[in-house]
Nanobody, 119 residues
Framework: QVQLVESGGGLVQPGGSLRLSCAAS????????MGWYRQAPGKQRELVAL???????NYAASLKGRFTISRDNAKNTVYLQMNSLKPDDTAVYYC?????????????WGQGTQVTVSS
């Protein structure tokens, strides 16, 4: 099993930045890809970005350039740097992990952290 704990969400003004963190713990050491999905009110959950142990990434095309995913393998932690935030970025951001690749379905989920972009 894997436990994922997110932190770093909150309220930010349009144009601002936030950094999310997700720490993984547990007994499944075969986790490869970790990353983020988000779900806005009334919408389906969507991919934000995933990163593998070797640094390969998979981004939502619309977010690449504003959002940057990174990872510290020694700490089993993944980060999401979000810049130039817009009100449309308001959502619950979920950490995800999989034993597969950056294009695989998530197998484990965190509880989610709220990001609200508003003036």
């Amino acid at each position: 099993q894997v436990q994922l704990v997110e932190s770093g969400g909150g309220l930010v003004q349009p144009g601002g930045s936030l950094r999310l963190s997700c720490a993984a713990s547990g007994t499944d050491f075969s986790i490869n890809a970790m990353g983020w999905y988000r779900q806005a009110p009334g919408k389906q959950r969507e991919l934000v970005a995933l990163i593998s142990r070797d640094g390969s990434t998979n981004y939502a095309a619309s977010l690449k350039g504003r959002f940057t995913i990174s990872r510290d393998n020694a700490k089993n932690t993944v980060y999401l740097q979000m810049n130039s935030l817009k009100p449309d970025d308001t959502a619950v951001y979920y950490c995800a992990a999989t034993r597969g690749y950056v294009t695989s379905r998530a197998e484990y989920w965190g509880q989610g952290t709220q990001v609200t972009v508003s003036s």
